[in-house]
């Protein structure tokens, strides 16, 4: 077996050795985890993993290799990835390259061979860490420097990656279908999956930077907006995007769908408050208990803040909670005019049951629409 | 309180005898349900007809019946008991088609129905109504059409082009199934498939052999909640039975696309086919080029997949699926096995899980081992590890059949087109052939051409062949030991390359630290805490992982397993081990189970709250290789204080290993008593000094020496090879003729001959000894002779046929041997009764196959106390002074696979059967009688009966057998020989010719059903294959067959005595 060649330095003081692969670079990220069986390639392309070293629990990943059409934004968001086994080469009739291709073209390092329940199991007790993942062929680092480069890099919740990741100006998604109304999404690192149900909804939509300002968003003449999920602590979102969020809630009509990073933005928009989970939903396995529908969804979740219940108030009406902690998961605001979700309704990966959110989205922009 | 206030009792139905494909995931599936609902306050009534198995165990349901699973019983059950509901669903097929029966005899007036309706097994059981159900919910199936003759099979051809393959609707384990190449093959199979079908009806199925296939397991809810416990992927394509497939959970060469495409269907189906609440699995088929997805079929039903979910996941299907149907909702439960966890949450694992079936074509030479579409395999092992590498090895070694772990097997061919052809036939060792082959330098390309399993694991499987090259050529080193370890090498595989031996190379093990750590199976990937006991061991690459295991300072015990289903060793031993945890957790005690079936209640981690084991007491499943490598590695992990490790309740299985060990605690009859059960000439001495009789015997190790010792004792004799289970390779040997053509002497080191003792009645004792006590626990008389295997032979308790005197005979001799040999627990000695004279044929210190039969049978936890004297205490003290007696029969009979193999249904010294039934009657003609019931044979009251004898049996016995029959008004047809001897006695029966002397002959008689009955005795081989056809026909018509005069005597016994009315009785009633 070869030397190792790439580690993994928490700020805690812990230190992994491993061999590397992807890119050779070193690269500083908060150390999270998924325990999704399938659909790396959405995780890693998923812009809500920005700034994000990703620990998969699952051993075999790189089994499928990656497609064009798996992608959730253009580019690989994460930092870093760790592994427990030496990722494989791609079997499957969808794949278009390897996922070692990947990385190396998207400029992510990767490490495998590590104990990675050991280390989930770590993040579990001691909550999410920053970490800096080194891969170079002559690696020579001493343990304590790379540690004090994990300590001293800037804590994920402090940084607000919504600015890298939301896009740089306005542009149309369309996959050709009939359009009856406009949709304008806010994107906070919106995921395409969210763009493609929304299309398959039959809306136009329009995606505009995430500090779009209100007369701006409302030239678009928008019959409905969506707030994207996005990466990062929603309490250092730009004040004046807050600003822009309370006012399309007080000042139109409009209905507001919310999603992740948009649920908890609505949610402090509406004067809850939002705080840091001791442990956070990293899986596409989590039950969600829909209050309304009196049924149990099985969702793809990704958040380590939620909805304070302490400072719940009564404009803040919750539909779905989660079956394992009770955290909620969705909430309905102004009669129904507002909704938002924590999980991922638009899955990709995980299960699609939560996609309904989307019709019905679309039959209240519609609904609104036959009124006026 | 109960979720459903209008149900007091329900009716569950299990599974009968352990058949191919019907195994002991019943067990485990009947089990969690019972549990299930006497924790939510049901009064449960099981019926059941298999006494090995834990869920017939009285302390499990309030009324549970062991009788025959026919309609007729099982009515007679409703119409005592008047259940409110009824639970079809836990029982496999036989459960759900006698539940169908019942529904159209109209039979449950007023029973509702849980977790299931008719009109769903009819959608999904039927294949034109399945495959209409698919193609309106859009979904795809493969080309087919349904035959229900076989003229219209005929016409099919026309619109279905060869190959194809042949389903009969309603069987199991893809009984009578087949794949055609070829008009002749379709016409074959086309024939017994519509035999084999209840209703006479066949799926003929476009063939899409080489596509992927993939099992989903998924639950669901009376408000249509529905997730996905678990997706299996098949390594072996389509075309051979997934019971037969090495199968690796989860799903592990699919986009999540894919995989969510299949999650929809799965549910859709669910929706589609109307399974209201409780679980189902859904087979599909992808092809590998393109992804096209088709499904294959439902079971409406907790299945064999489900136990493997089950185990794969820490999710309790059975145990879910039973309280959704009784109308809670999948938010409203919890995960028994990992309490904080919602049942709702899917599981999602971060290891691997690998089944291998285990298969027994070694005991049925004739038939080729090449795997199909109907299932052959009669048991299989689940092994787990951080990677796929591992948890394969593991699973190899995990066996029991000698391997190392993937081995390579060379193929017979010698061109590389040979070999690709040999690759191309799916048979139990294809996958290490292909580890040879690529070894051999042979293209993974064409490989993957041959073979269709899936590059992914054809890659993986070459990293492993050359790391192993790498391994032979750098020799031993820190490095690459601490990787061979995390890619599954056991030890006993290095030590093979490094040409070492196992205890220097454990020793160079210890001093580089490299031991594997403790995972547990938690359902959710390390998210959260889980708390559970169910542990499997693996070797990381970081040496600073962390092991799991926190053992805790209290007492433990040890328990080792029996391992995978086999023929000779099966569930009863599964039995007796979940019933020594039992007692042992009783005792305040941590239990801690060594085990590698998926199938079993062993491998279960709740395995002591299912015994109702209440308070405090920790348990602990090791799901692992049942070898001297995990054992030494648990008692590391475990440490102090051990208090000792149960050998005797596993079978064979932990014997096995203990030649491996000498510092292991044994917990009761030490290891000189077994060693000395297994030395024969040890034993015979101790039986010459008891003065205790013994067959002449002697050993060979070549046909030269097996000339003389022949001679020395005479013929007739029996011979077998030391040290075996199940009696492999065991034969009666007539003349000097069989013994020279006999393979033993070339195949085995050491042949034990013995004089086979004719008209022999053989007796089963088990006893429990604590060195100053001897507790005889039953004595069971065979039915058939000595020299039918005792696993084969039925059997009967109390005694019919012998006399006070000899039984105090057979007990006193019980009682000399055990304390003779110091046993400290079960001892099971067989003896032969032969002219007046008590032989002893052989004695093993360890609970036998018939101690659930016994503890039935007695009503008596017999187990525990034999758990109990391990422990030291004395009998004296705990067996109950009044010993009630029932004045009851019990028969147990054994069910054999001929019918899978298409092999002879002729029993000998050689184990055959998977499984038992027993029948309980007030006299021994009833019990008897439903003995058979139980194992599928309805004995004729009337008609015709066929004798074709053997030169032997042309005696007294034979004669009044046939004046008893004349009696009942039967017919009496017979060979040439027979039907001289028969008149010349002036019995009157009619000649019929045998198959070579010229048509009409006997099985064109049976073939029109014109025959009732079949009584047909041979010897030696040439007899054998002339009357094959005959015995052939007999099971192919589902005739009456039996192949020796003492199972002939019992019959027309029971057809003489045994009464129509059917009275069942409880084992709660019976004692």
């Given at each position: 077996m070869s030397k190792y060649n790439s580690a993994l330095a928490l700020e805690d003081g812990k230190v992994f050795f491993g061999w590397g692969f992807g890119c050779e670079k070193t690269s500083l990220?908060?150390?999270?985890?998924?325990?999704?069986?399938?659909?790396y390639q959405e995780a890693i392309t998923d812009p809500s993993y920005q700034g994000q070293i990703i620990v998969f629990a699952f051993p075999h990943i790189g089994n499928?290799?990656?497609?064009?059409?798996?992608?959730?934004?253009?580019?690989?968001?994460?930092?870093?990835?760790?592994?427990?086994?030496?990722?494989?080469?791609?079997?499957?009739?969808?794949?278009?390259?390897?996922?070692?291709?990947?990385?190396?073209?998207?400029?992510?390092?990767?490490?495998?061979?590590?104990?990675?329940?050991?280390?989930?199991?770590?993040?579990?007790?001691?909550?999410?860490?920053?970490?800096?993942?080194?891969?170079?062929?002559?690696?020579?680092?001493?343990?304590?420097?790379?540690?004090?480069?994990?300590?001293?890099?800037?804590?994920?919740?402090?940084?607000?990656?919504?600015?890298?990741?939301?896009?740089?100006?306005?542009?149309?998604?369309?996959?050709?279908?009939?359009?009856?109304?406009?949709?304008?999404?806010?994107?906070?690192?919106?995921?395409?999956?969210?763009?493609?149900?929304?299309?398959?909804?039959?809306?136009?939509?329009?995606?505009?930077?995430?500090?779009?300002?209100?007369?701006?968003?409302?030239?678009?003449?928008?019959?409905?907006?969506?707030?994207?999920?996005?990466?990062?602590n929603p309490n250092l979102t730009d004040p004046k995007i807050m600003d822009t969020i309370r006012a399309m809630i007080e000042a139109t009509d409009l209905p507001i769908l919310g999603i992740c990073l948009g649920f908890q933005l609505l949610a402090i928009a509406l004067g809850s408050k939002i705080t840091k989970m001791k442990q956070g939903h990293r899986g596409i396995n989590q039950p969600c208990y829909h209050i309304r529908d009196k049924c149990v969804a099985i969702g793809s979740h990704n958040h380590g803040f939620s909805l304070c219940k302490e400072h719940l108030n009564q404009e803040i009406q919750p539909f779905s909670v989660s079956l394992f902690d009770d955290c909620i998961e969705g909430f309905s605001a102004r009669k129904g005019r507002i909704m938002a979700v924590q999980y991922h309704p638009e899955a990709s990966p995980g299960p699609q049951e939560n996609a309904n959110i989307f019709r019905e989205f679309a039959s209240t922009v519609l609904c609104r629409l036959e009124k006026t | 309180m109960p979720v459903r206030k209008d149900i007091k009792s329900v009716l569950v139905l299990t599974s009968g005898p352990i058949v191919i494909g019907q195994a002991c995931e019943f067990d485990y599936s009947g089990t969690q349900a019972c549990c299930a609902l006497k924790e939510e306050g049901f009064d449960v009534i099981l019926v059941g007809s298999n006494p090995a198995s834990i869920v017939t165990d009285p302390s499990l349901s309030h009324r549970t019946y062991i009788e025959p699973l026919d309609v007729d019983t099982i009515q007679a059950i409703i119409d005592k008991d008047r259940p409110d509901a009824i639970l079809p669903t836990m029982g496999g097929q036989v459960a759900l088609n006698a539940f169908m029966e019942l529904k159209r005899r109209n039979a449950l007036k007023g029973v509702q129905v849980l977790g299931v309706t008719s009109d769903s097994i009819e959608k999904a059981e039927n294949r034109k109504l399945f495959r209409d159900a698919m193609h309106k919910i859009g979904l795809e199936t493969p080309r087919s059409a349904v035959a229900s003759s076989f003229e219209e099979a005929e016409n099919l051809l026309k619109t279905i082009p060869l190959p194809v393959i042949i389903r009969p609707s309603f069987t199991l384990g893809g009984g009578g199934s087949g794949i055609a190449y070829n008009l002749e093959e379709y016409r074959r199979i086309v024939t017994i498939g519509l035999e084999t079908s209840p209703i006479s009806q066949v799926l003929?199925?476009?063939?899409?052999?080489?596509?992927?296939?993939?099992?989903?397991?998924?639950?669901?809810?009376?408000?249509?909640?529905?997730?996905?416990?678990?997706?299996?992927?098949?390594?072996?394509?389509?075309?051979?039975?997934?019971?037969?497939?090495?199968?690796?959970?989860?799903?592990?060469?699919?986009?999540?696309?894919?995989?969510?495409?299949?999650?929809?269907?799965?549910?859709?189906?669910?929706?589609?086919?109307?399974?209201?609440?409780?679980?189902?699995?859904?087979?599909?088929?992808?092809?590998?080029?393109d992804g096209k997805m088709c499904i294959i079929e439902m079971n409406p039903r907790v299945s064999r997949s489900s136990a493997l979910a089950s185990k794969a996941t820490g999710f309790p299907v059975a145990r879910v699926a039973t309280l959704l149907a009784l109308g809670y909702t999948l938010d409203e439960i919890r995960n028994s096995m990992l309490k904080n966890i919602p049942a709702s949450f899917e599981p999602t694992l971060d290891y691997v899980v690998t089944k291998i079936p285990r298969f027994v074509f070694e005991k049925f030479p004739a038939v080729p081992n090449?795997?199909?579409?109907?299932?052959?395999?009669?048991?299989?092992?689940?092994?787990?590890?951080?990677?796929?590498?591992?948890?394969?090895?593991?699973?190899?070694?995990?066996?029991?059949?000698?391997?190392?772990?993937?081995?390579?097997?060379?193929?017979?061919?010698?061109?590389?087109?040979?070999?690709?052809?040999?690759?191309?036939?799916?048979?139990?060792?294809?996958?290490?052939?292909?580890?040879?082959?690529?070894?051999?330098?042979?293209?993974?390309?064409?490989?993957?051409?041959?073979?269709?399993?899936?590059?992914?694991?054809?890659?993986?499987?070459?990293?492993?062949?050359?790391?192993?090259?790498?391994?032979?050529?750098?020799?031993?080193?820190?490095?690459?030991?601490?990787?061979?370890?995390?890619?599954?090498?056991?030890?006993?595989?290095?030590?093979?390359?490094?040409?070492?031996?196992?205890?220097?190379?454990?020793?160079?093990?210890?001093?580089?630290?490299?031991?594997?750590?403790?995972?547990?199976?938690?359902?959710?990937?390390?998210?959260?805490?889980?708390?559970?006991?169910?542990?499997?061991?693996?070797?990381?690459?970081?040496?600073?992982?962390?092991?799991?295991?926190?053992?805790?300072?209290?007492?433990?015990?040890?328990?080792?397993?029996?391992?995978?289903?086999?023929?000779?060793?099966?569930?009863?031993?599964?039995?007796?081990?979940?019933?020594?945890?039992?007692?042992?957790?009783?005792?305040?005690?941590?239990?801690?189970?060594?085990?590698?079936?998926?199938?079993?209640?062993?491998?279960?981690?709740?395995?002591?709250?299912?015994?109702?084991?209440?308070?405090?007491?920790?348990?602990?499943?090791?799901?692992?290789?049942?070898?001297?490598?995990?054992?030494?590695?648990?008692?590391?992990?475990?440490?102090?204080?051990?208090r000792g490790v149960v050998v005797q309740m596993g079978g064979q299985t932990p014997l096995k290993i203990l030649p491996d060990l000498d510092k292991i605690p044994i917990l009761g009859t030490k290891k000189t008593a077994i060693d000395l059960s297994e030395d024969r000439g040890r034993f015979r001495d101790l039986l010459i000094q008891l003065s205790i009789n013994q067959p002449l015997g002697g050993i060979a190790t070549n046909l030269d020496q097996g000339r003389k010792v022949a001679k020395e004792i005479g013929f007739p004799l029996i011979i077998r090879p030391s040290y075996v289970i199940g009696g492999r390779s065991m034969e009666v040997i007539w003349n000097m003729k069989d013994l020279e053509g006999s393979e033993?002497?070339?195949?085995?080191?050491?042949?034990?001959?013995?004089?086979?003792?004719?008209?022999?009645?053989?007796?089963?004792?088990?006893?429990?000894?604590?060195?100053?006590?001897?507790?005889?626990?039953?004595?069971?008389?065979?039915?058939?002779?000595?020299?039918?295997?005792?696993?084969?032979?039925?059997?009967?308790?109390?005694?019919?046929?012998?006399?006070?005197?000899?039984?105090?005979?057979?007990?006193?001799?019980?009682?000399?041997?055990?304390?003779?040999?110091?046993?400290?627990?079960?001892?099971?000695?067989?003896?032969?009764?032969?002219?007046?004279?008590?032989?002893?044929?052989?004695?093993?210190?360890?609970?036998?196959?018939?101690i659930p039969f016994l503890s039935k049978f007695t009503g008596r936890d017999l187990n525990s106390y034999a758990?109990?004297?391990?422990?030291?205490?004395?009998?004296?003290?705990?067996?109950?002074?009044?010993?009630?007696?029932?004045?009851?029969?019990?028969?147990?009979?054994?069910?054999?696979?001929?019918?899978?193999?298409?092999?002879?249904?002729?029993?000998?010294?050689?184990?055959?059967?998977?499984?038992?039934?027993?029948?309980?009657?007030?006299?021994?003609?009833?019990?008897?009688?439903?003995?058979?019931?139980?194992?599928?044979?309805?004995?004729?009251?009337?008609?015709?009966?066929?004798?074709?004898?053997?030169?032997?049996?042309?005696?007294?016995?034979?004669?009044?057998?046939?004046?008893?029959?004349?009696?009942?008004?039967?017919?009496?047809?017979?060979?040439?020989?027979?039907?001289?001897?028969?008149?010349?006695?002036?019995?009157?029966?009619?000649?019929?010719?045998?198959?070579?002397?010229?048509?009409?002959?006997?099985?064109?008689?049976?073939?029109?059903?014109?025959?009732?009955?079949?009584?047909?005795?041979?010897?030696?081989?040439?007899?054998?294959?002339?009357?094959?056809?005959?015995?052939?026909?007999?099971?192919?018509?589902?005739?009456?067959?039996?192949t020796s005069i003492s199972s002939a005597v019992a019959v027309v016994h029971s057809i003489e005595f045994a009464t129509a009315n059917r009275e069942v009785v409880t084992l709660q009633e019976l004692n």
């Open positions: 990220g908060e150390l999270c985890f998924s325990t999704s069986q399938t659909g499928v290799g990656v497609n064009l059409k798996d992608m959730e934004s253009n580019s690989a968001s994460i930092s870093g990835m760790v592994l427990r086994c030496e990722p494989t080469a791609p079997s499957s009739w969808r794949s278009e390259d390897s996922l070692q291709n990947f990385m190396e073209e998207h400029q992510v390092p990767g490490i495998w061979g590590l104990d990675t329940r050991q280390l989930i199991r770590h993040l579990r007790k001691s909550g999410p860490k920053n970490a800096v993942l080194v891969y170079g062929k002559d690696f020579t680092y001493e343990e304590q420097d790379l540690v004090d480069i994990a300590t001293s890099a800037l804590s994920y919740d402090e940084i607000d990656f919504v600015k890298k990741v939301t896009c740089k100006k306005p542009y149309t998604y369309s996959q050709g279908n009939q359009k009856e109304h406009h949709v304008v999404v806010m994107d906070f690192g919106v995921k395409r999956n969210i763009l493609r149900l929304l299309d398959q909804q039959g809306m136009k939509v329009t995606v505009v930077p995430a500090d779009t300002e209100l007369s701006e968003i409302m030239k678009w003449k928008p019959a409905g907006i969506v707030i994207s999920n996005g990466p990062g | 003929v199925e476009e063939s899409i052999i080489g596509w992927k296939e993939f099992e989903m397991e998924v639950v669901r809810d009376s408000k249509d909640n529905c997730i996905v416990v678990c997706s299996i992927e098949n390594l072996d394509p389509m075309g051979v039975h997934t019971g037969d497939s090495i199968t690796i959970a989860p799903a592990l060469t699919l986009t999540d696309k894919e995989y969510q495409a299949m999650r929809n269907a799965s549910f859709a189906v669910m929706r589609e086919i109307g399974v209201t609440t409780g679980g189902a699995n859904v087979q599909f088929a992808i092809n590998p080029e090449r795997l199909s579409t109907s299932m052959k395999s009669v048991g299989e092992v689940m092994a787990v590890g951080s990677s796929f590498l591992e948890s394969i090895q593991k699973a190899y070694v995990s066996l029991e059949e000698d391997l190392d772990g993937l081995d390579q097997q060379a193929c017979e061919a010698e061109t590389l087109e040979g070999i690709l052809s040999e690759l191309g036939i799916p048979t139990p060792d294809r996958l290490r052939k292909v580890a040879w082959a690529i070894k051999t330098g042979v293209d993974l390309e064409l490989i993957y051409h041959a073979t269709k399993i899936d590059r992914w694991f054809l890659r993986e499987i070459q990293k492993l062949v050359l790391f192993q090259i790498q391994l032979e050529n750098e020799g031993v080193t820190r490095e690459n030991l601490r990787q061979a370890k995390s890619l599954g090498f056991s030890d006993s595989k290095l030590a093979k390359i490094w040409k070492i031996s196992v205890e220097e190379l454990r020793k160079i093990r210890e001093e580089n630290k490299i031991f594997p750590i403790c995972r547990r199976v938690d359902s959710c990937g390390g998210e959260f805490d889980t708390g559970t006991g169910y542990m499997y061991l693996t070797y990381s690459l970081d040496p600073d992982s962390y092991c799991e295991s926190s053992p805790i300072k209290r007492d433990k015990i040890i328990i080792i397993g029996s391992g995978p289903n086999r023929i000779g060793q099966g569930v009863e031993f599964d039995y007796c081990c979940v019933h020594a945890i039992w007692t042992f957790a009783k005792e305040g005690f941590e239990t801690i189970m060594i085990n590698c079936n998926p199938e079993t209640v062993s491998t279960d981690c709740d395995a002591p709250s299912i015994g109702g084991v209440k308070g405090k007491f920790s348990h602990k499943l090791y799901f692992e290789p049942v070898n001297a490598e995990t054992l030494l590695e648990v008692m590391r992990i475990e440490g102090e204080p051990i033993s002497f070339d195949l085995y080191e050491s042949i034990l001959m013995d004089r086979y003792l004719q008209d022999a009645i053989e007796v089963d004792l088990d006893c429990i000894c604590d060195k100053d006590e001897v507790f005889i626990a039953g004595i069971m008389e065979h039915i058939e002779e000595a020299g039918i295997h005792s696993g084969d032979s039925s059997c009967v308790i109390p005694s019919v046929n012998l006399s006070q005197k000899v039984l105090r005979e057979i007990e006193e001799s019980a009682k000399r041997i055990g304390l003779a040999m110091e046993v400290q627990g079960w001892l099971n000695i067989q003896f032969a009764v032969c002219g007046g004279d008590l032989y002893v044929l052989e004695a093993n210190p360890r609970a036998s196959r018939t758990c109990q004297v391990m422990l030291g205490k004395k009998l004296k003290d705990i067996i109950p002074k009044k010993l009630c007696q029932n004045n009851y029969v019990g028969v147990k009979t054994s069910i054999f696979p001929f019918r899978s193999f298409s092999a002879d249904p002729i029993l000998g010294p050689e184990m055959l059967s998977t499984g038992e039934v027993m029948g309980i009657g007030r006299d021994f003609p009833t019990a008897f009688y439903k003995a058979q019931l139980g194992v599928g044979i309805t004995l004729p009251a009337s008609g015709t009966v066929f004798f074709s004898l053997k030169e032997e049996d042309k005696k007294h016995k034979a004669l009044d057998l046939a004046k008893r029959l004349q009696n009942l008004k039967f017919k009496i047809l017979a060979t040439a020989g027979t039907h001289q001897f028969f008149t010349s006695h002036e019995i009157q029966s009619e000649r019929v010719n045998k198959v070579l002397q010229g048509r009409p002959h006997i099985v064109d008689l049976m073939k029109d059903k014109r025959v009732d009955l079949v009584i047909n005795t041979t010897k030696g081989r040439q007899s054998l294959s002339d009357s094959y056809t005959i015995r052939e026909m007999a099971l192919r018509k589902n005739i009456p067959c039996y």
